[in-house]
C-alpha cells in the first residue's frame, strides 16, 4: 500500500534527531521511517522502497557507509545524503563512491537535508582551501578512512592501523582534530 507521499528512510543513533527531523519532514507531506542501527534500516528495506534517504556515519555497529549499497540494492533512484558531526576528506570520498548524493556535516536541518536531496550536479565555483591540513588532522581522516574501509569494524580497522582496539576507541571517542 502506498501514500503517494515521498518516502523518507532517516537513520541516526539519536532518538531525539530522528523524532525532530521525522516531523519535520512529515509537515513538509513525506512519509517517514527511521531507524537507529544498520541492521534495523536493512529490516526497514525489506519490501519497502525509499526515494530519500539520510543516515548518520557513526551508528552503532557497522557504520552508516556500510548501509549505502543495500539501499542502493532496494531503491537504485534513491537519493542519498550522508550526515556526519565527524567529517573528514575520506569518508566524504567513499560515501560519494559508494552511492551516497551529498554529504553534510552536522547540525544540519531539514532545510539542508532537503536542499541536498534537490542538488543534482557539483558546484564548480567552491574554491580551494588555501591551507594544509594540520599532522593530526591527517592522522585523523587516516583512520576515518582505514575505518571505512573496514565497513565500521573497530577490530579490524585497529588491526590495520597496527593499533590496539581501545585505544582506537579512545580517539575515535574526541571531536575530530582541527584542521
Sequence with gaps: MTSGKPRLLL???SESFCCAMQRSFELRGYEVRTAHSVPEACELLE????E??????RLPGPAGLAL?????KASPASRLVVLT???????????IKLGATHYLVKPADADAIEA??????????????????????LA???????????GGNISAAARALNMHRRTLQRKLTKHPVRR
Excluded: K, M
Design 116 to 137: 541536498a536531496f534537490r542538488r543534482t550536479e557539483g558546484d564548480a565555483s567552491v574554491a580551494p582551501t588555501e591551507h594544509r591540513p594540520s599532522l593530526n588532522r
Design 11 to 13: 537513520v541516526d543513533d
Design 85 to 95: 558531526g565527524y567529517a573528514s576528506v575520506a569518508t566524504a570520498i567513499e560515501a
Design 140 to 150: 585523523w581522516e587516516h583512520i576515518q578512512q582505514v575505518l571505512g574501509e573496514s
Design 68 to 72: 549505502i549499497p543495500h539501499i542502493r
Design 52 to 57: 530519500f534517504a539520510a543516515v548518520d556515519l
Design 47 to 50: 519490501g519497502w522502497q525509499p
